[in-house]
T-cell receptor, first 114, second 114 residues
């Protein structure tokens, strides 16, 4: 069982809907990450939070809005998505941000945009 | 720009065979290299992490080597089992990175036949 929990596991939404993805960890990690993974492609980094503050935004469109309300929780708010946004969205956490911190991944949310 | 390549893209072997997965990177100035396993529809599980100063790491039937100067890493799996069937991803962290951003290869999908 993964120590990073993502909900929901699957999400189907229309292009005009507003929905949120949720990620939770109770390992005391202070860095959390959002990745996007298209089919048969490697994960691509979207956002990094360090100590509940956004530290990296990899030029992600504004229709994706991250939020870190506390050290255990990371949300990704979705609005007006496009069909090409259909993908597996992975959350990860690490003890701290930085280059020597192993990242622990959740099982992802599979998102389909109609 | 750092690029990570994994060859072959897919590999099928009979159970019990020893096998090697390859990973190459264009910029030898890396901080570390990590091998992950991903089962279909699941997140990533870290297998081995090699620091740039190390030559290899071992965990059970897995052995990862790193030749930084030539830009190569291999993942050796001994006595393969059907349960080893998965996609294997390698990822590097650039030496200049403060954030620990992972740069992934495209992955090798392994099938071990009973």
């Amino acid at each position: 069982d993964t120590e990073v929990t993502q909900t929901p596991k699957h999400l189907v939404m229309g292009m005009t809907n507003k929905k949120s993805l949720k990620c939770e960890q109770h390992m005391g990690h202070r860095a959390m990450y959002w990745y996007k993974q298209k089919a048969k492609k490697p994960p691509e980094l979207m956002f990094v939070y360090s100590y509940e503050k956004l530290s990296i935004n990899e030029s992600v469109p504004s229709r994706f809005s991250p939020e870190c309300p506390n050290s255990s929780l990371l949300n990704l708010h979705l609005h007006a998505l496009q069909p090409e946004d259909s993908a597996l969205y992975l959350c990860a956490s690490s003890p701290r941000s930085g280059r020597n911190q192993p990242q622990h991944f959740g099982d992802g949310t599979r998102l389909s945009i109609l | 720009k750092q690029e990570v390549t994994q060859i072959p893209a897919a590999l099928s072997v009979p159970e019990g065979e020893n096998l090697v997965l390859n990973c190459s990177f264009t910029d030898s100035a890396i901080y570390n290299l990590q091998w992950f396993r991903q089962d279909p529809g699941k997140g990533l599980t870290s297998l081995l992490l090699i620091q740039s100063s190390q030559r290899e790491q071992t965990s059970g039937r897995l052995n990862a080597s790193l030749d930084k100067s030539s830009g190569r890493s291999t993942l050796y799996i001994a006595a393969s089992q059907p349960g080893d069937s998965a996609t294997y991803l390698c990822a590097v962290v650039r030496g200049s990175s403060n954030t620990g951003k992972l740069i992934f290869g495209q992955g090798t999908t392994l099938q071990v036949k009973p």
